[in-house]
């Protein structure tokens, strides 16, 4: 007879592990089960399905949810540290694809948020062995981390920008024209700047008119500003070993282009000068 501490050893290598029989068997139904509960969802938004089956389509759905409930109550008990996991990426998803089930009862259209067990998902990359897959996704959050803080400049600017513009639209065209506030015309400012043109608010006045040309002059200018820093960043990251393994004085950026001098984050030296050395 299994004991327990047994039973929960063999659980979590069922439902933990993906490099024994047993477990890739369980992750192939599991991702199945999240598929069909993936396409329950999608017909339940069809007027015409829901308006023949909600009913069934509601009672195949909660028990998609009391399936979920459970595996992840399982997960928790044989977890070595549950607290761990339930904190974790894959915990936070599994903990979230069982939530709006319940806030279902309370709220009718948050079924539809059941949607984000699409996230789930993921674990095909530890199925199908695709792990060296998520390792290139390294080089992304790299180039992501090390572009942040120019592209956090770039958003201020952006937002300046629009705040100036808005403003400057408002005070030409007015109420009478649709700019009705001063929020009113950065939204309009933001829409023309990234060359969307809904055209609900549109500008009268020549002056106005000349103005909008401006913006959206400004907008193709600077569109492909926040592309290039990131694939600069990216192309940094990809070389990889031709880098400069040193941290900045300033802010400990860590990785430099070979032979660099200065720090490409902050602009500081990355190395003292030589009168400093000598004093």
């Known amino acids: 007879m299994d004991t327990p501490q047994n039973l929960r050893q063999q659980l979590y290598s069922i439902i933990f592990h993906t490099d024994t029989p047993s477990g890739q068997r369980f992750d192939r139904y599991l991702l199945l089960t999240i598929m069909a509960s993936l396409v329950v969802v999608m017909l339940d938004s069809i007027d015409s399905v829901h308006s023949q089956y909600a009913g069934l389509l509601a009672s195949i759905e909660?028990?998609?949810?009391?399936?979920?409930?459970?595996?992840?109550?399982?997960?928790?008990?044989?977890?070595?540290?549950?607290?761990?996991y339930a904190f974790s990426f894959f915990g936070?998803?599994?903990l979230l694809a069982i939530l709006p089930g319940i806030l279902a009862l309370f709220y009718a259209d948050a079924q539809y948020l059941l949607i984000?067990?699409?996230?789930?998902?993921?674990r095909v990359f530890r199925v199908l062995k695709l792990s060296p897959y998520l390792r290139q996704a390294n080089f992304l959050l790299t180039a992501l981390r090390g572009s942040?803080?120019?592209?956090?400049?770039?958003f201020a600017c952006i937002a300046i920008l629009v705040t100036v513009f808005g403003t400057l639209m408002y005070v030409i065209e007015g109420p009478v024209h649709g700019f009705t506030s001063i929020p009113k015309g950065i939204y309009w400012a933001v829409v023309t700047l990234t060359t969307v043109g809904f055209g609900d608010i549109v500008p009268r006045t020549p002056l106005g008119q000349a103005l909008s040309t401006l913006v959206?002059?400004?907008g193709y200018s600077i569109i492909a500003v926040p592309t290039g820093i990131f694939t600069a960043e990216l192309a940094n990251a990809m070389r990889g070993g031709d880098q400069l393994i040193h941290d900045c004085p300033s802010c400990a950026k860590n990785t430099h282009e070979h032979g660099a001098a200065f720090c490409t984050r902050c602009g500081n030296p990355l190395f003292p000068r030589q009168a400093d050395k000598s004093e």
């Open 62 to 84: 909660w028990g998609f949810t009391a399936l979920f409930a459970i595996e992840y109550l399982v997960r928790l008990y044989c977890s070595p540290k549950p607290l761990r």
């Open 92 to 94: 936070l998803i599994d």
């Open 116 to 122: 984000i067990r699409v996230i789930r998902m993921l």
């Open 148 to 154: 942040k803080q120019k592209i956090i400049v770039f």
């Open 216 to 218: 959206m002059i400004t």
